[in-house]
């Protein structure tokens, strides 16, 4: 695995990546040369300072849910906690993205639904060989529902990145020198308008398009899907709910306790408990790339232009790395001298290498966050058992069915 994502005659991705392109951005650019162009200009976007920015945006949307939860959490009513998780880290991405609540935005729900429609589609055509032939999908109802879907979301974000370009353009050389401003408007999204090329070009509308399609469709629904995973087995693990519990309660011990960096990574625990579950549902679960010229791997030739896929899932599932139970959930996987006894390629819930997540940090923060909140209000509690977990391939690692839990209000 370390041999394939860190070959250099290995950077770019094959066709298949084609089929999630909404223009040309980070996710799916297919050329390792534009691709890491576009990668070092959109690097400050997800730099510490970004980071430690976008906290209390991720803090306020965390307890919202929480109070979205609240009426529900009389211990006999049953809720998909994935579905309120997506509306959670919609108005998160939102907020970190563009400087805006979700809410001021009344056509959220239509674009996530049709991004949801748009990763289905994706799904599907990577299953049906006879849909890699673009003639014969363009023939297809599957094409029909895809264009719509991509035709919707192109021009939610084109929408939103005309505006602020405007609104950027208009404020003029004011948006560079007014630091109070620049602090309560700090966003993704202008860091990557006014970014500039060495040339001193900057992207142009459908690559900011793109950028910010990235950066909403990643950051939503894969967040929400391992902390709503993370909910399920911490139902099913008691034991293991009340030592996050405790580790919360150690650090956050008052309600005037603000979540800051260095908080958040005293959640050691907790955060053993979130890699535990990236382990076992990797949110991408399969990567692929193709040879730029011909390579040696492990004694074997592989001419050029030839597609090397690999799986995460099995990766992370493999007993010569994890030993014989690879299924069983254990958090004890990720203590200190666990992970450096393994090869550091064992596990790649973000994949890894020259072309890895550029928002691992950025979706690490968000899953703590909201997590630590719903710990500090609940207690959650459910009837399903691993066995009963049946998966489906929609592009991410998705339940075949919802993720039911009951929510308590724990004593104050």
């Known amino acids: 695995m370390q041999q394939v994502l860190c070959c250099n005659e290995l950077y770019d991705k094959p066709f298949l990546y084609d089929f999630f392109r909404l223009g040309n951005g980070i996710l799916t650019e297919r050329s390792g040369e534009r691709w890491l162009q576009a990668r070092k200009l959109v690097n400050p976007a997800f730099n510490t300072r970004m980071l430690t920015a976008f906290l209390p945006i991720m803090d306020s949307e965390a307890k919202n849910l929480c109070d979205k939860l609240e009426p529900l959490a009389d211990g006999n009513t049953e809720i998909d906690i994935f579905s309120h998780l997506s509306s959670c880290t ?33 799904g599907e055509r990577l299953v049906n060989v006879y849909y890699f032939i673009e003639p014969i999908y363009k023939l297809s109802k599957a094409y029909k529902i895809h264009d719509e879907a991509r035709r919707i979301c192109n021009e939610f974000t084109h929408r939103i990145v005309s505006k602020r370009r405007f609104e950027i353009q208009s404020l003029g050389e004011d948006f560079q020198q007014k630091d109070e401003y620049i602090k309560q408007h700090l966003n993704a ?27 909403i469709g990643a950051g939503t629904d894969t967040s929400a899907l391992t902390v709503a995973y993370t909910c399920l087995y911490l139902a099913m693990y008691p034991e293991v709910q ?48 193709q040879t730029m010229s011909a390579i040696e791997l492990d ?37 200190p001298e666990a992970i450096e006894a393994r090869h550091p390629f064992a596990y790649l819930p973000f994949s890894g290498g020259l072309r890895n ?18 710990m500090q209000k609940f207690e959650i509690q459910t009837n399903m058992k691993p066995t009963d977990l049946k998966l489906k391939f929609e592009v991410t690692l998705k339940l075949d069915g919802p993720h039911r839990v009951w929510l308590v209000r724990r004593n104050k």
């Open 189 to 215: 999204l202008d860091q990557i308008i006014t970014m500039k090329r060495p040339d001193g070009t900057g992207f142009s509308d459908p690559e900011v398009n793109e950028h910010l399609y990235t950066l």
């Open 242 to 289: 009340e030592k996050v519990l405790t580790e919360i309660n150690q650090v956050f011990y008052s309600p005037e306790v603000e979540v800051n960096i260095e908080n958040l990574k005293q959640l050691e625990y907790t955060e053993m408990v979130i890699k535990e579950i990236l382990r076992l549902f990797p949110a991408g679960p399969l990567g692929a790339r």
């Open 357 to 374: 997540c550029i928002g691992h940090r950025y979706a690490m923060n968000v899953m703590r966050i909201i997590l630590l909140r719903i």
């Open 299 to 335: 004694g074997i030739r592989i001419p050029k232009d030839q597609i090397i896929i690999f799986s995460m899932f099995t990766l992370h599932r493999r007993k010569d790395i994890w030993g014989p139970d690879p299924e069983q959930f254990d958090p004890e996987r990720f203590r």
């Open 90 to 122: 919609l108005s998160t991405t939102f907020g970190t993205t563009m400087g805006q609540n979700a809410k001021e935005i009344p056509e959220q729900h239509d674009y996530i639904r049709n991004v949801e429609i748009f990763l289905k589609a994706v």
